[in-house]
């Protein structure tokens, strides 16, 4: 059963607020001699659908956010998510259909995503996605979400296996050497929470929705606007995970140090939980720069580990970003100022696509098909992964031979 909370969040959309409807085109008119893939995301509270063709071309699309939904709450409540999407999702398939100019029994395929995401969200559109290719005797392509955020470069790249992608988002942050479509050597992942979760939540904490600046932004989004005009020198936080010679990354320390300076900050100013602060820039500044240092330390120790071991090629490794904090510009620019400094080509896909969307779910299962990797004729036992696991377990990699601190690029100074 619902909550009340929940309950009046879906009134308030059914009265008009708080959703949107992407949709485009890149359809000519033109007869498709191309395969064609339908792509299906549901993994959290996005509903989207995309048709793309073999040759890289999109050629619909359309996305069903509740983000403002959720902001109501300051945070997603996955049963509301669920009814979004169920509510939706005819309705986007429908659009990336219709402006796509393609007919379902065009389709050389379907392409869903089934792991890892909201268990509640992933149900929706895999139901959807079985009773689609069940009734039009379709192939099914179930994708990896990860999988997808990493792949979707090589739709606006010609980028060869293998390089270094690193995923940062609201549910996951990891660092893989890609060396094949659906072949990826895991070098290391958050051992607690996410990079995007962390800067959501301390937003919530800093009542960011209250700024005049942040009432309609999401809370990592607020983070990086209210940081522009904040000094980050104002605080300090110790990074994580300096003394561990891996390529793991820890957020959830860095929270608690950053809750602790924003409970002495109330103290000192005499205002309760739930008021602005007059230092919340610079608190938001400090923030995003000691993420940006953490991620790009991980990084970098990715990067030598990679070339010391041959894995990458000095003369042409590229570092691919991806995934919804990639968006943020600052990190963005961190990582492009480290990847400038080594020696490594950096890529990141437009922010439309770092978030998630039908686009990258179609263009992994155009992938999938060229290799011929998980295209399934029956649907029997197909079932949904809430829970995050690699794409590839290969076990932990050895990271000893790289030294300590004095290895760690610090980009920023």
């Known amino acids: 059963m619902m909550n009340s909370i929940a309950k009046s969040l879906l009134r308030s959309v059914k009265h008009g607020r708080a959703v949107w409807l992407r949709s485009s085109s890149a359809h000519s008119g033109k007869q498709h001699l191309q395969k064609l893939v339908l792509g299906i995301e549901t993994s959290c509270d996005d509903t989207g659908a995309a048709v793309v063709d073999d040759a890289g071309n999109v050629l619909g699309e359309a996305l069903h956010c509740q983000k403002e939904v959720h902001l109501q709450s300051g945070g997603i409540i996955p049963v509301v998510a669920q009814q979004l999407h169920r509510e939706n999702i005819e309705q986007v398939v429908k ?229 919804g904090v990639a968006s943020n510009q600052y990190i963005r620019k961190g990582l492009q100022a480290l990847a400038d400094a080594n020696d490594f080509a950096f890529l990141c896909p437009p922010p439309s696509l770092c978030t998630d969307n039908g686009v990258m779910v179609a263009w992994n299962g155009i992938e999938r098909l060229r290799a011929g990797l998980g295209v399934l004729h029956s649907t029997d036992g197909i079932r949904y992964e809430p829970n995050f696991f690699p794409i590839l377990l290969p076990g932990k990699t050895d990271m000893e031979g790289l030294g300590r601190k004095k290895d760690c690029f610090i980009i920023f100074t």
């Open 95 to 323: 659009e990336a259909l219709r402006v796509s100019g393609v007919s379902i029994r065009e389709l050389a395929a379907v392409a869903t995503t089934v792991k890892p995401g909201l268990a509640l969200s992933l149900e929706v559109g895999l139901h959807y996605s079985l009773n689609l290719v069940n009734r039009y005797q379709k192939p099914f392509i179930p994708i990896h979400h990860m999988e997808a955020h990493a792949l979707t470069v090589r739709l606006m790249h010609q980028v060869e296996f293998p390089f270094l992608v690193l995923l940062l988002s609201g549910g996951h942050c990891l660092l893989a050497v890609a060396q094949g479509v659906s072949d990826f050597l895991l070098l290391g992942q958050s051992i607690d929470i996410a990079p995007g979760d962390m800067l959501d939540k301390v937003a919530r904490r800093l009542s960011l929705r209250k700024h005049p600046e942040c009432h309609s932004m999401a809370g990592g989004k607020a983070i990086e606007h209210l940081a522009q005009a904040g000094n980050r020198q104002q605080h300090a936080f110790r990074l994580p995970m300096q003394q561990y010679r891996n390529c793991d990354f820890s957020f959830s320390g860095l929270q608690n140090l950053v809750n602790k300076a924003i409970i002495e900050k109330e103290e000192e100013e005499g205002i309760q939980e739930g008021e602005i602060l007059s230092s919340v820039k610079d608190i938001a500044a400090a923030v995003q720069h000691a993420v940006a240092v953490h991620v790009i330390q991980r990084t970098y120790r990715a990067m030598l580990f990679c070339v010391k071991n041959s894995i990458l090629s000095q003369k042409n490794a590229t570092l691919v970003v991806s995934g």
